[in-house]
């Protein structure tokens, strides 16, 4: 794959300091380029050592001697590796990604350990089941117009037992891995209408509950369940229901949403792990994928219309 940056077939070189261009957008990145070169350099040297340590003692003949080196060189680099990784994702998020909010959001917050709640994320009934274990991180809040967002990672999970001849051995099934995105929709529901990614018999499944609208085509995708069917043809207005079908076609399969409470939620399903660097890893690939993850889900305020007020609350 072409490196981001690359010009007449020859690939730019990362600085050391300064601003990076990515995606059209120039990133004050400070000293990450140089810490990571750094570190890149001093794994290196490790590998090196051990390596060229373990073949001396190889030729040598010394078997044993030269094993014990090779893991112990082995087991260092490796923890070399998970601590320069920890260390330059820290900086990423502390120095660099505050940068895309505010690119986007004015007023927006960043918080790197903070999510979507555990409750935030069941209520909205988008799922089968509760998660048995749930994470979330890398918080982005704010308002766009007279909109208050906030959108996180979130991995939910379910437990799962199988017992064989050998006994009980457990295994873990993602529910969801993704964004999952909440904003005022400026009215109380006083039922919850949820749509989700259509699938064969689902007319059986979801019984009275389901909604039948005029959109042939959110048809197809969604099957939309409400507890108040006045209310979910009230809230899916022919407008409304474009603009879903439009982030359906870019995100095909990937969507789940939900009016509960006064409040739209999103989930987008993504397997990326957003947010992180690595020894690796291009600041410029990082930059790239991020700040467009930003950009997309910051825009979902415009996307679905919500500046627009067709209610009050009461």
Known sequence: MQEIGQKSGRAEREPETGRVIAAGQSV???????????????????ALLGAGTAAGLFASGLTTGAW?????????????HHLYGK????????????????????????EPNDGIRIHTFVSSRLFNSAPDRYRTEDL?????????????E??????QKVHTKNGTRTTWTDIFRGFFFVADFNKHFSGQTTMVPHFPGAKWIAGRDRVLLENRELMKAFLVC?????????ILTPALMERIMGLWRRYP???????TGSCILVARACPTNHYEAGLWRSIR????????AVRELTGLVEELNMNTRIWTKQ
């Open 28 to 46: 004050e990145v400070g000293d990450f380029p140089l810490l990571q070169k750094q570190r890149r350099r001093n794994w290196r040297i490790i």
């Open 154 to 159: 979130v991995h939910a999970q379910k437990e």
């Open 253 to 259: 399969g990937k969507l789940k949403i939900s009016f």
């Open 68 to 80: 014990i080196t090779a893991g112990i060189a082995a087991i260092l680099s490796g923890t070399l």
């Open 226 to 234: 409400s507890t108040d069917q006045t209310e979910a043809r009230y």
């Open 285 to 292: 690939r990082c930059i790239e994928r991020d700040l467009k």
């Open 87 to 110: 260390e330059l994702t820290a900086h990423y998020k502390r120095e660099i990604v505050p940068q895309f909010v505010r690119r986007f959001c004015e007023a927006g917050r960043y």
């Open 140 to 152: 982005i809040e704010g308002c766009i117009g007279r909109t208050k967002f906030r959108f996180a």
